[in-house]
């Protein structure tokens, strides 16, 4: 065997098609845990190794530093260390750099760090003085969607309406005149921003031939990790590096495009095989990630929807059935989330291994505090804690001067006390139209209003001294990340990272999809970021929601509607409060069938379910569904592996209940 076909050796026959398609156009359609990287650095590396790629002569794009280094480590083990592996940005400065004395007979500019002092200064120019900061950041954030999007300053006003662009109460033609502002304020300091470096090189290699002739003698073999990811001024810097050739070797999954809002689009592989018909076309769908639960739940959120992309087909051994759970409240939730992850780390699972995954940031504090509580180390990851954030410090500040203060205005109640000292930095009963920052420094503030909220019903008395020492106290609960700690993220954030247990948390209606999902692109959106969350499982995965936000409040809210096809038909949240009629009358169905001694049996531990939930002071389906107990019935467990097969008895379940279940059992 040669070196060049050992290559192939560890593959499976559709990571060896991608491996030996080494002429362009090829589109790789990955799905996700399907081993996209290590089908497209065998290919690279195969490629090496025939002799037909030179190593300096392949560059290979990534989004991001991490992935860009990891294709780096894993070519250099395969014996192709030359090849270049690159961001967009990276290989667009190197080049920009080179290039730019011989262009423009000037040094290169400064490369801002940030856009916001450059934002602020366009809003004074253009009479917008003293924006909210949050504002700031969504300003700088769309200047960047329309680089990105090729739209110019002169025609946002246009085209944002057509394309729903909103930020906060500023109109199109304001942020069109911000963004002229700002690209003036830019060339009088001689700077550039990141997307800049992207648009100075696709400027450079289209108005001079010589130079596009050199950067394309260099690199003749492309490769584009994550293409579904790619946005339009990407797009057209890979066509100038290509020059009209077709060599070019494109990976992506079309049911993870969650950054539309950057300007990719989930139709870009499509778009590709249309743009080259010839292309070679490749699906890795063997998922050597997850349990084949975990996969049935990615392959049941879009069911036959006719998305891009074909059902996973699962490679591991059978693991931990899923589990959906709602919750009475948010607290309860966070409570129970958290001594799960306490019991699968007294099981051995190391609490890096272990991710609870939100759609806002500001859902992290119930479960920063119940996890602080029970002294499980954590580390937030794309999140920053939540009173660690900006609009929280400044929140917590004032409402402390207002305490010492002694001013006692208004009605006298704590909640409309904090609402009119968080009104001072701009807080409002009624939340701003669309996402971003100035959302979710809502969010933020509102969760404060919220707490103020939970401590009037458990002391009508509580003033703003006493709210002031109950924040202080859950600020103290949360203590600084630690290296071996549970990972808390949005799903956003969790994209192409995967532990062992997963914890997809605050699912309900209204917060995925989101509310501001209001159109059908908009909701598939949202169901791609369900299913990313879900795929980073490897072995246990639950997913929960709470029916209110507080204890004791109206249990109006019902699980995502991404979750339809997926809950058991006795599920008590495809009802309210109790299994739907047609569960019950499957129930009943069932039990008519049952023999007298299994009857019997159901009928006991229906008992014990009872004794158990009113001790506990919890409904009677949080201990067992009649579902499980009908399955204990059936199965029999005697011993602690063979209660951990039986469906719906999850290992947090076995740990409270197993005793007692097997020993009921053991009686009949």
């Known amino acids: 065997m040669t070196d060049a076909e050992a290559l192939l050796t560890p593959l499976d026959p559709e990571q060896r098609a991608a491996a030996e398609a080494l002429r362009g156009p090829v589109c790789i359609v990955a799905g996700a845990g399907t081993g996209k990287t290590r089908a497209i650095t065998h290919r690279m590396a195969y490629g090496v190794a025939t002799g037909l790629y ?22 250099r083990r395969l014996g192709a260390g030359g090849v270049q592996a690159r961001t967009f940005h990276s290989a667009a400065l190197r080049q920009a750099r080179y290039f ?73 033609s304001q942020i069109s005149g911000l963004m002229v502002s700002y690209e003036d304020i830019k060339r009088e300091a001689n700077r550039i921003d990141m997307e800049d470096i992207l648009l100075v090189t696709a400027a450079i290699l289209a108005d001079d031939d010589r130079i ?20 339009p001024l990407q797009s057209m ?46 699906e890795l769908v063997r998922n050597y990630r997850s349990t084949p639960q975990v996969v049935a739940v990615a392959n049941a959120v879009f069911g036959r929807r006719g998305t891009p992309g074909r059902a996973l087909e699962a490679q591991n051994p059978s693991g931990e059935p899923v589990r959906y759970l709602g919750h009475p409240d948010e607290p309860a939730e966070a409570a129970s989330v958290a001594d799960d ?68 205005e208004h009605d006298g109640s704590v909640v409309a006390e904090t609402r009119a000292v968080l009104s001072g930095i701009g807080y409002t009963d009624t939340p701003p139209s669309g996402a971003g920052e100035t959302r979710n420094r809502w969010e933020s503030l509102h969760a404060i209003v919220s707490m103020a909220s939970d401590l009037a019903d458990e002391d009508s008395a509580a003033g703003l001294t006493e709210l002031v020492a109950d924040l202080d106290r859950r600020a103290a609960t949360a203590h600084a990340p630690t290296a071996d700690g549970v990972t808390l993220a949005t799903l956003h954030s969790a994209k192409g990272l995967e532990w062992d247990a997963v914890f997809c948390v605050g699912m309900h209606e209204g917060m995925v999809p989101s509310v501001h ?16 969350g879900v795929t980073r499982a490897r072995r246990r995965l639950s997913i929960s929601w709470a029916r209110a936000r507080k204890t004791g409040g109206r249990q109006g809210r019902g699980p995502t509607r991404f979750l339809d096809s997926l809950l058991p038909p006795d599920h008590p949240s495809r009802g309210a409060a109790a299994p739907p009629a047609r569960a019950r009358k499957r129930t009943a169905a069932v039990l008519e069938q049952l023999e007298p001694a299994d009857r019997a049996l159901f009928e006991r531990l229906k008992q014990w379910r009872t004794e158990t939930a009113g ?30 097969v039986v469906p719906g008895v999850g290992a947090t379940k076995r740990q409270r209940y197993g005793a007692e279940v097997l020993e009921l059992i053991a009686g009949t």
Not at 146 to 160: C, M
Not at 237 to 257: A, E, H, S
Not at 517 to 529: C, G, I, M, W, Y
Not at 615 to 635: G, I, N, Q, R, W
Request: hydrophobic residues 45%.
């Open 615 to 644: 001790a506990a002071k919890v409904p009677a389906y949080v201990v067992f569904s009649d579902a499980t107990l009908l399955a204990l019935v059936e199965h029999r467990p005697r011993d602690e592996r063979a209660l951990a």
């Open 517 to 532: 999902a209001d159109t059908p692109a908009a909701v598939e959106e949202e169901r791609r970021l369900f299913y990313v």
């Open 100 to 172: 730019w004395p011989t262009v423009y007979g000037t040094e290169f500019p400064e490369i801002s760090a940030s856009k916001f002092g450059l934002v602020q200064t366009a809003a004074s120019r253009n009479g917008l003085r003293g924006l909210d900061r949050a504002v700031v950041r969504d300003v700088a954030a769309e200047i960047e969607w329309a680089k990105v999007s090729n739209i110019a300053p002169a025609d946002y006003a246009r085209v944002a309406p057509r394309r729903q662009r909103e930020v906060a109460d500023l109109t199109a």
């Open 212 to 231: 596009a002739a050199r950067v394309r003698s260099q690199y003749r073999w492309f490769v584009v990790d994550e293409f579904q990811d790619v946005n």
């Open 341 to 408: 992850i306490a019991a699968l780390h007294r099981e051995g699972t190391p609490y890096r291994e272990m991710a609870i995954l939100f759609r806002i940031n500001a859902q992290s504090e119930s479960f920063e505090e119940a996890l602080g509580e029970r002294g499980i180390p954590y580390t937030l990851r794309g999140v920053t804690g939540f009173f660690e954030r900006s609009e929280v410090r400044q929140a917590v500040t004032l409402l402390r001067g207002a305490a010492r203060g002694g001013l006692q």
């Open 237 to 282: 810097l890979l066509d100038l590096w290509l020059g009209g050739r077709d060599d070019v070797c494109v990976v992506g999954d079309p049911r993870q495009t969650i950054y539309s809002f950057a300007g990719a689009s989930p139709m870009i592989l499509g778009d590709f095989t249309d743009r080259h018909p010839e292309a070679t076309r490749i």
């Open 54 to 75: 030179e190593p300096t002569e392949v560059l290979a794009l990534s989004f991001t530093t991490k992935a860009a280094g990891e294709m780096r480590e894993r070519l």
